[in-house]
């Protein structure tokens, strides 16, 4: 696959010692990997918001959004990177998604990952929204106090598939990721129903915020499963089975078996 590809990796660690090994490492890797364009590692929010509010956290549940110049670049880092690796072994649970942009707005902490990204045609099966914000310390309590507003109409809405979201930098960043059915279903609960609709008309209109970002996506592959006592599990799976499975990371290239090299005889 030709052009950029972004990717989201929603992980349980299996103990607190895996998960506070993982933050502190994979930020600084990440920034090494070839071909990454973006990333970010963020806490999830709590269990009883869904994974959405992001007061109480629980450090072993982390989201990943990686954005790439290529789905080879991705696929490398899944087959050679001990990130990569970390999500899948030292993890009771995971996920990832792998989705083409198909529209991006904005800048995140003055970056625009996808900058040039011509705005294509909405699918017409499910979308993906990634939306980042970058929160003045004076705005922080209206900009957490409107989460915590929006979470319920949220969950409620109609062709909501799975959602999570977060803060990162000390709160003084936020980030989003939803999974809907329909771009009609995520664009209605973004700008046409309360109080999100309120809430972003004003944050527009006063300028809230220091930058933000919206990334719209279109989902080709999945694998794994979603934090399974989430109400989005069942959702998520039926989502993730009716797309083609994420690649298999490839075997160590010390593993494999060399050209015209017997195989053991079991």
């Known amino acids: 696959m030709s052009g950029p ?26 920034a090494g990997v070839p071909g990454l364009r973006f990333g ?22 982390q989201l990943a959004v990686c954005v790439w110049d290529e789905e080879p670049a991705l696929d490398r880092f899944c087959a050679r990177s001990p990130v990569a690796r970390s999500w899948r072994e030292a993890t009771a649970q995971h996920c990832e998604v792998r989705m083409r942009p198909f529209r991006a707005h904005g800048t995140y902490t003055g970056l625009e990952p996808l ?12 979308v993906a929204v990634l939306t980042f914000a970058n929160i003045p310390v004076r705005r922080l309590a209206y900009f957490y106090r409107g989460i915590h507003r929006s979470t319920a109409t949220l969950h409620a809405s ?4 799975a959602a999570a979201a977060g ?34 008309k004003l944050v527009r209109a006063e300028g809230r915020l220091i930058d933000s970002m919206f990334l719209r996506l279109e989902p080709y592959a999945a694998e794994g499963g979603w ?30 078996p060399a050209p015209g090299a017997r195989s053991p005889r079991a």
């Open 5 to 30: 590809v972004v990717s989201a990796h929603l992980v349980t660690f299996s103990s607190l010692r895996d998960a506070a090994r993982s933050l502190a490492r994979d930020r600084h890797r990440l």
């Open 158 to 161: 109609e062709g909501l598939i």
């Open 227 to 256: 934090f399974p006592w989430s109400r989005f599990a069942g959702p998520f799976a039926r989502f993730a089975e009716a797309m083609p499975s994420a690649p298999a990371p490839a075997p160590p290239a010390a593993s494999r």
């Open 167 to 200: 803060p990162e930098r000390w709160y003084r960043g936020g980030m989003t990721f939803t999974i809907w059915d329909s771009v009609e279903a995520a664009l209605g609960f973004s700008y046409r129903r309360e109080p999100h609709r309120g809430i972003v």
């Open 115 to 126: 900058a040039g990204l011509p705005a294509g045609r909405a699918p017409s099966g499910p």
């Open 40 to 61: 970010r590692v963020i806490f999830v929010g709590s269990r009883r918001s869904e994974a959405m509010s992001p007061g109480w956290v629980d450090p072993r549940r």
